[in-house]
């Protein structure tokens, strides 16, 4: 670990869902990286070696976007703009931007027609992934276009001499192969950085920050039975003793199968005693109950979590100024809950909601692993010796089954084979419908929230999943699709409609067995490596008898992009079958939507 004064490359965050990915990436490659708002640009500059402007919601042309000072581009360093920062240092220096005829979410092939520093090594086509709206459509004077994509013309762009480098796509994102060779190149060959950075000693030094930040007080840990509770908590255990640390795990009525008995053996394995089991079921229930809208779920999950956390608080006696709250927050629930002012919010996650918020205002909260990502976090749990099976547990949401559990206010039809959309299905001999059930997006840095589209017909999982891409690219207000597993005839979506629904204990009872039906059959199968998190849906969709489900297995690295998985269609087809036999369940969907345009999660 090394001092943060002194960082090389400076990041300046302009709200985009991956910028903090930037600075991360760029520390892999062993070279220090901090991140600063846009108005403190200049202030944060220090001796930095160059600049890498991030992506954002913004468009450059709105009043109140994200801007820089003029004197940035006259101070000779390096810059980088990714995204919005790519449009933003075109717009500044006098380039065109404008709304793109056609939106790009996603994989996208690069088409690289000029080759410079910051492209060497790179082939002449390249998968790259993109998310945006607006695009450049005039480069600046002075400017070589390097790249471009089918539907975007200017996706890389350079003036050399003035060492100013644009990129539409995010070279940070796992999606993008060649970004780590595009950022070396600009870290090493264009600003000529050393590498000073290493993780050696992560734990120990994040034992001392736990330590400094706790001084004399006593932690409070909610424990949700997940990768990063599970770590937080052991992490603030080993820093600070048992003694001083309590550890509540709360069965909300909304965990998974078997997930108390679970964190009881692994704890006790430990030898640690400082962990109560709390059954506050009928409390979250009775509150979530009557609730449809997804970020009201949210905010009275957390809520709910701080009215047992007074309770405690009591009766462990636990005094004002003598005590934390400890919470399993990582990076991407910091992101996407709307992290700086450029941010937008895509979800509120349940540890920051409001009342959260106040706390972390007047420093009660303690999050020891809010810098770090998903994969970050099991290296951390390897670390502390956590067993494996629970480093590598599928991760799992704050809020649990309540936002796997899709509710409606009120009983809808199906819009019966939407011309716009048909349309684009027809082309791979495929039908299309769209349910009045709306699922949570990210589309170019912004939260959508979009109706779900149903595909029926056969095709192949790459088949449905570049329908997938399609729609979502060229129809407004798609962020979803998912096709009809079981049964295996679409003409049932004929008779299809939503039904009035909230939560209730059976239909979470009917969620719970499918989800631990379909992690079963995962793992027996030998499938379980493929995906790295398995979302399970139930939505009201009805055709007569049941509800539907709807499977989301995704592929990634660290929750900020995803992949559908690429699942054999036997298997999904096999699955499929036992959970029609669940009593309950009418329709069985697969989501084959990436993140972006989707979120992993469908609330």
Known sequence: MIDETGSQILVINCGGQYCHMIARRVREAGVYAKVCSPSRALEEL???????ISGGPSSVYETGAPALPGALWEKGIPVLGVCYGHQLLASALKGVVKPGTEHEYGEATLRVSGQDSLLKGVNDRETVWMSHGDEVVAPPPGFEVLARTETCQVAAMANVDKKLFGLQFHPEVTDTPCGPTILKNFVFDICHCRQDWRLDGLVDALKERIRAQAGARHVLFFVSGGVDSTVAFTLCTAALSPERVTGVFVDTGFMRKNERPEIERTFS??????MRYVDASDLFLRHVGETADPEEKRRIIGDCFLKLQENLESELGLTKGNW???QGTIYPDTIESGHSQEAAVIKTHHNRVPAVQELIRRGLIIEPLRDFYK??????GKQLNLPDALVRKYPFPGPGLAVRCLCSPESLELEKRPAELD??????????WRAPVRTVGVQGDHR??????????EASLAGYGEVARVMTRKVRNTNRVAFLVAPADG????RGSVTRSLITKERLDLLREADALSHEMLLREGLAEQVWQFPVVLLPLTRGRGETIAL???ASRDAMTARHANLPLAFIKKLADRLMKLPGIDMVLYDVTDKPPATIEWE
């Open 46 to 52: 220090g001796q930095a070696k160059g600049i890498i």
């Open 269 to 274: 394995a430990r030898g640690w005693h400082n």
């Open 324 to 326: 934390l709250l400890g």
């Open 375 to 380: 994969d970050e976090v099991r290296e951390i």
């Open 423 to 432: 349309k684009l299905a027809a082309a791979a001999g495929l039908r299309a």
């Open 448 to 457: 959508s929230y979009s109706h779900l589209v149903i595909l029926t017909g």
């Open 491 to 494: 003409r049932c979506l004929e």
């Open 552 to 554: 989301r297995p995704v």
